[in-house]
Structure formats: C-alpha cells, structure tokens
C-alpha cells in the first residue's frame, strides 16, 4: 500500500466550501458511532435472541454492514425511527455474496461470522478495498482450519476478493496475528470467536498496535453482551467460549464525527457544542478535546454537553496518533492553518485506510501552497498562505470533511466528491451549513 492514489472523477462536480462569515455558534447533533453500530450488529446477528440498537448510525458503512448480514440469514429491520434497529438472528447461512463497499469493519469484521456460516461466502468491495490489507485475517483463519481462496485459487489472499468456506463451526483455539497494520484484523476475530468451539485465544505479533481504542471497545462490546474475555496481559486476548446475549443497546455519538464541527470553532473562533458526549467512552473521539485545547482552543463539559471555544489562534502540536488514526485528517488540516509546524506521529498505518492518507493529504495540502511532507510513520505540516483550488477526497470521507474545515478559511477551496462524506456521515454538507448559520442541527 505505498501508491500514491489516483482519480478520475471530475472536478466539475466540486462543493464550494464555504468560507466562515465570522464567529461560530452552533449546536451540533452528530449520529451515532460508525464502530460501536457496526460491533453491536455483528454481536446482535450472533445472539441467542432478537435484540434492538437505539441511536444506530445509518450511513453507507452500516447499511453495507446491515445488508451483508442480511444476506447471511439475520432479519434486520427499522423501527419507529431509522436510527432503531430490530435484529433478529437465524442460522447463518452461506452459499452468498457480501458487498463490502469501503468499509474495513465490513471486510474485517466479517469473514469470522462468514466462516460460521453453512456454505461459502464470497467478499467483494469497491476498487479503492481492493488494495486494503486483510491478509492477517485471511491467514488466521485458514489457521484455524477454514478454507480461504482467491478468484484464482492458489495461496491464501491477502485482499479483496475471496472466498471464506464457511463450515458451519469454527474449531478456535490459538492465533498469531501480525495487527500492526490495522487493529481491525484484532477486532474481526474476537468478534466472533464465543461461537468458535474452543474460543479464541489471539497474540498480536507485530512491532506496533495502532487504534487500541478501538480494540478496548471490542472487548467492552464483547462483554456488555455477556462475554467472557481476558485482557490482563499485553497484546493478548482470550474470548472464552459461550452464547452472545440478546438485549437493548444505545449507541454513542461519533465522537470522529464531531471532530471536525468541533475543530471548525478553532479556526473560526466562536463555540460549537456537542450534545450527548459520554462521559466514559472507548472511542478514540475521546481524545478531542485536549487535542483541541493543545492546538489553542478551550474544551468544557457541562452535563453532557461537549463545548469547543476558539479565538482563531491555531498552534502547531507534536503528537502520536497511533491510538486515534482516524483523527488525523482533522488535525492536518488544523495544523495547515496553524501558526507554528505539527508533526503527527505513529500513522503509517493510515497508508491502508480509504486512501493512502499521509499521500492523499501531502498532495492536497502541496496543491493549496502549503508544505506537508510525508514521514515513515506520519505528516510534518509547516504552515504557509494557502489559495483555493480543487480538493481531491479519494473516496475517502474524512479527506471531504478535513477541505471543509480549510474551506472556513480558504476562498475558492472546492472539494471533490463531497458526497463521499455519505460512508459514515450523510447530510455532512447540510449539517456544516447548518453549524455556519448558527442554527442547531438536528440528527
Ligand atoms: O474497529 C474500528 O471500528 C476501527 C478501527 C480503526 O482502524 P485501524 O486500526 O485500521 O486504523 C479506525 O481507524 C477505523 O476507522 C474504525
Ligand atoms: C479508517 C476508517 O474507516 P474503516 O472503518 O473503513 O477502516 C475511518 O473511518 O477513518
């Protein structure tokens, strides 16, 4: 995953971001988690009875997640509101397509339900999956005796498109992963390892973990349904064998999501607030507000009520990111418009995410007049006057929301694909236009 990315689409489709008129002030309803909706339905699709999710997310990424398990024998269905989820599981069933779109929590989370199910199930996404890492996955499975091919026979793939020989039960036992390239190769086997005869015991052997926020928050999912897991050592963990309980569940708010609104207070001063943040989370969003104040803004919770304040002051920062990749694209852009150089550590493994994002964010940056140069493991970002032009986003949603947030200051900055935004966050362009007049935007 070192190619610089391409694309075709055309420019003349472009959003005009729009530039920020003045201070802000704005209420900001972000839907739910990406992470937690697309876990609480492959747990609900594995339970040993019908289950409902309050707050789901309903964007591309979990409506792929929701037709995919669908296609694997699960009765999914909306309630009084989209954002309420009825699940009802059923024998899991192969001899089935699965449409991954772009999702990783899609791809990775699922060839271990697939391998459950009585048939085979074949994987596929869109071309820009195609080169995401899922060899990890792959191979550990075949360890643990379930067939996995390419189209073309041969070696175990390491990518999209394959084929899990789902044998009706998974033996488990133990696993060496290799997780440094992604923490959902971790996540996409714990997931479903209750159901696995013997249970899952898996050691990552990699150099480095990224995200450990989000396996935190597999394991926390695991055992708010009823799971016994073992964490107490480094870079193990042990799922014991058992029955995944039904039951009802509300999901937090994206707090990825409200990066970026949040953010946009610090580069146009004002305040922007977040309802509904948690006041314990395994999110890596948790992070947002001292990353926010490091780089000159002020952060305050009040009940459950996030507030970022800013001046227009932006500081540059020097920081690992490894546990919250996902925020990076916020943050470059913020360290673009800074008044002193940020470097943003322990990403390398962003190179695997939508896009090559240390590519697709040095390139973009470089194009706008500003100088982003690419580490082995992340971005130094020194500041310099940055002009309008067109924004490639590579299909990848935070590239969309990250040239929204340098269109605040920025003219002529157009964004490519802004619909892209619609794989965790439909309405993004309507709910930004919303926090620029100052009017609340709802869910
Ligand atoms: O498990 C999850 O829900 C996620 C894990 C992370 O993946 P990586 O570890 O590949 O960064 C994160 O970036 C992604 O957006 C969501
Ligand atoms: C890396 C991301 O997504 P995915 O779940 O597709 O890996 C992301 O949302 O930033």
Same mark, same amino acid.
């Given at each position: 995953?070192?190619?610089?990315?391409?694309?075709?689409?055309?420019?003349?489709?472009?959003?005009?971001?729009?530039?920020?008129?003045?201070?802000?002030?704005?209420?900001?309803?972000?839907?739910?988690?990406?992470?937690?909706?697309?876990?609480?339905?492959?747990?609900?699709?594995?339970? =040993?009875?019908?289950?409902?999710?309050?707050?789901?997310?309903?964007?591309?990424?979990?409506?792929?997640?929701?037709?995919?398990?669908?296609?694997?024998?699960?009765?999914?269905?909306?309630? =009084?509101?989209?954002?309420?989820?009825?699940?009802?599981?059923?024998?899991?069933?192969?001899?089935?397509?699965?449409?991954?779109?772009?999702?990783?929590?899609?791809?990775?989370?699922?060839?271990?339900?697939?391998?459950?199910?009585?048939?085979?199930?074949?994987?596929?996404?869109?071309?820009?999956?195609?080169?995401?890492?899922?060899?990890?996955?792959?191979?550990?499975?075949?360890?643990?005796?379930?067939?996995?091919?390419?189209?073309?026979?041969?070696?175990?793939?390491?990518?999209?498109?394959?084929?899990?020989?789902?044998?009706?039960?998974?033996?488990?036992?133990?696993?060496?992963? =290799?997780a440094s390239g992604s923490s959902?190769?971790?996540?996409?086997?714990?997931?479903?390892?209750?159901?696995?005869?013997?249970?899952?015991?898996?050691?990552?052997?990699?150099?480095t973990l990224p995200s450990l926020?989000h396996?935190?928050?597999?394991?926390?999912?695991?055992?708010?349904?009823?799971?016994?897991?073992?964490?107490?050592?480094?870079?193990?963990?042990?799922?014991?064998?058992?029955?995944?309980?039904?039951?009802?569940?509300?999901?937090?708010?994206?707090?990825?999501?409200?990066?970026?609104?949040?953010?946009?207070?610090?580069?146009?001063?004002?305040?922007?607030?977040?309802?509904?943040?948690?006041?314990?989370?395994?999110?890596?969003?948790?992070?947002?507000?001292?990353?926010?104040?490091?780089?000159?803004?002020?952060?305050?919770?009040?009940?459950?009520?996030?507030?970022?304040?800013?001046?227009?002051?932006?500081?540059?920062?020097?920081?690992?990111l490894r546990a919250a990749g996902?925020?990076?694209?916020?943050?470059?852009?913020?360290?673009?418009?800074?008044?002193?150089?940020?470097?943003?550590?322990g990403i390398a493994h962003l190179?695997?995410?939508?896009?090559?994002?240390?590519?697709?964010?040095?390139?973009?940056?470089?194009?706008?007049?500003?100088?982003?140069?690419?580490?082995?493991?992340?971005?130094?970002?020194?500041?310099?006057?940055?002009?309008?032009?067109?924004?490639?986003?590579?299909?990848?949603?935070?590239?969309?929301?990250?040239?929204?947030?340098?269109?605040?200051?920025?003219?002529?900055?157009?964004?490519?694909?802004?619909?892209?935004?619609?794989?965790?966050?439909?309405?993004?362009?309507?709910?930004?236009?919303?926090?620029?007049?100052?009017?609340?935007?709802?869910?």
């Amino acid at each position: 995953m070192t190619d610089t990315p391409t694309t075709t689409a055309p420019a003349a489709a472009a959003w005009e971001a729009p530039l920020a008129g003045g201070p802000l002030d704005a209420t900001v309803d972000v839907p739910g988690s990406k992470s937690l909706t697309n876990r609480l339905l492959v747990l609900a699709a594995l339970a =040993d009875g019908p289950g409902v999710l309050h707050g789901a997310l309903r964007s591309r990424d979990t409506d792929l997640m929701i037709g995919a398990l669908r296609a694997l024998g699960t009765q999914v269905e909306e309630g =009084d509101v989209p954002s309420t989820l009825h699940v009802t599981p059923g024998p899991l069933h192969g001899g089935t397509n699965i449409d991954t779109g772009l999702a990783g929590t899609v791809m990775r989370f699922l060839p271990s339900v697939a391998a459950l199910a009585d048939g085979p199930v074949r994987f596929d996404g869109d071309p820009e999956a195609r080169v995401r890492p899922m060899g990890p996955v792959l191979a550990a499975l075949n360890a643990l005796d379930i067939p996995i091919a390419g189209d073309d026979g041969g070696a175990v793939p390491t990518h999209l498109p394959f084929t899990v020989g789902g044998r009706g039960h998974v033996r488990g036992g133990s696993v060496d992963v =290799d997780a440094s390239g992604s923490s959902q190769f971790v996540s996409g086997l714990l997931l479903a390892a209750a159901r696995f005869d013997q249970g899952l015991t898996l050691r990552h052997v990699g150099t480095t973990l990224p995200s450990l926020p989000h396996i935190e928050m597999t394991v926390d999912t695991l055992r708010s349904v009823g799971v016994t897991v073992d964490d107490s050592r480094d870079g193990i963990w042990r799922v014991f064998p058992g029955p995944v309980h039904a039951g009802e569940f509300r999901v937090e708010p994206d707090l990825s999501n409200a990066a970026p609104f949040l953010a946009a207070a610090v580069i146009a001063g004002g305040t922007v607030r977040v309802p509904g943040w948690p006041d314990k989370t395994t999110q890596p969003g948790a992070l947002v507000p001292d990353l926010l104040t490091r780089m000159g803004g002020a952060a305050s919770l009040d009940g459950d009520v996030l507030s970022v304040t800013g001046t227009g002051a932006i500081h540059g920062i020097d920081v690992d990111l490894r546990a919250a990749g996902e925020l990076a694209p916020t943050f470059a852009a913020l360290a673009a418009l800074a008044d002193s150089p940020t470097r943003l550590r322990g990403i390398a493994h962003l190179r695997g995410h939508e896009t090559d994002r240390l590519a697709a964010l040095a390139r973009e940056i470089t194009r706008l007049g500003g100088q982003c140069e690419e580490t082995r493991d992340g971005l130094v970002i020194t500041p310099r006057p940055l002009h309008g032009d067109v924004f490639r986003t590579y299909a990848d949603h935070r590239m969309a929301t990250s040239a929204a947030l340098l269109g605040l200051r920025v003219a002529g900055l157009r964004v490519e694909d802004v619909d892209t935004t619609a794989k965790t966050l439909p309405g993004f362009t309507g709910m930004w236009l919303r926090m620029l007049a100052g009017s609340r935007t709802p869910e």
